[in-house]
């Protein structure tokens, strides 16, 4: 039997358990308490705003394989959808 609780910290740090009435009265049980604190994480709605020439600065200076085959894939196409990208990627597959 696996119960679990997500519970606020009290100023005390102080919780009490209840165990089920299923269990009987005498016996004896193994309790595993196992905590795991919640960290409070970023807010990222927050969007990242580039001009061009600093994402044109990012890709130049971040010489890697991936955003090298992106940026030779899609140079030529413009401004496209992405069916058209879907299908632009497909063509070397199907002929």
Not at 15 to 41: D, H, M, N, T
Not at 47 to 71: G, M, N, W
């Amino acid at each position: 039997m696996t119960i679990t609780r997500t519970v606020e910290v009290p100023a005390d740090h102080k919780i009490s358990l209840e165990l089920p009435r299923s269990i009987p009265v005498g016996s004896k049980a193994q309790i595993e308490l196992k905590v795991i604190p919640f960290e409070k994480k970023e807010d990222r709605s927050e969007k990242l705003h580039l001009t061009k020439a600093e994402l044109d600065e990012i890709l130049v200076t971040a010489k890697t394989p991936i955003s090298d085959s992106l940026t030779g894939i899609l140079a030529h196409l413009g401004n496209i959808t992405i069916e058209q990208i879907r299908e632009e990627r497909l063509t070397r597959y199907i002929k």
